[in-house]
C-alpha cells in the first residue's frame, strides 16, 4: 500500500492554475515535515516547497515566484500545492514527500502539463 497518493494534475495552458493533492495514510502525518518535488525528463529532482509539522512555517524555491502555495490539513492527513500563472517550464511530474529525520517516504507523482 502507498502510504503518500498524489492527484490533481493534468494539461493546463500557460497562465492557468492547478491544485495538487497529496493523501498520507499509515504514517502519523501531523509530525512529518511535507514537501513537494519535481522533475521533467533530462533535469535533476528539484525542490519546490515545504511545509512544517504544524503548517506554520513554509519554504519556496525561488523558480515558484510567489505563484505556487503549499498548504497543509493535518485533520485530514493531506498536503495541497495551488500553482497559479502556470508556465511551460513548470511541466513536471510532481512528488509529494514526507520527511522525518533521514525517514523520507515519498510518492508515485502526478503529472502536470503546461502548454497550449
Known amino acids: 500500500q502507498e502510504r503518500l497518493v498524489e492527484s490533481g494534475g493534468g494539461l493546463v495552458e500557460p497562465g492557468g492554475s492547478l491544485t495538487l493533492s497529496c493523501f498520507a495514510s499509515?504514517?502519523?502525518?501531523?509530525?512529518?515535515?511535507m514537501g513537494w518535488y519535481r522533475q521533467s525528463p533530462g533535469r535533476e529532482n528539484e525542490f519546490v516547497a515545504n511545509?512544517?509539522?504544524?503548517?506554520?512555517?513554509?519554504n519556496y524555491a525561488d523558480t515558484t515566484n510567489g505563484r505556487f502555495r503549499i498548504s497543509r490539513d493535518n485533520a485530514k492527513n493531506t498536503l495541497y500545492l495551488q500553482m497559479n500563472n502556470l508556465k511551460p517550464e513548470d511541466t513536471a511530474v510532481y512528488y509529494c514527500?514526507?520527511?522525518?529525520?533521514?525517514?523520507?517516504?515519498r510518492g508515485k507523482g502526478t503529472l502536470v502539463a503546461v502548454s497550449s
Open positions: 499509515d504514517i502519523t502525518f501531523g509530525i512529518y515535515t
Open positions: 511545509i512544517s509539522e504544524s503548517g506554520g512555517s513554509t
Open positions: 514527500n514526507a520527511e522525518l529525520g533521514t525517514l523520507i517516504h
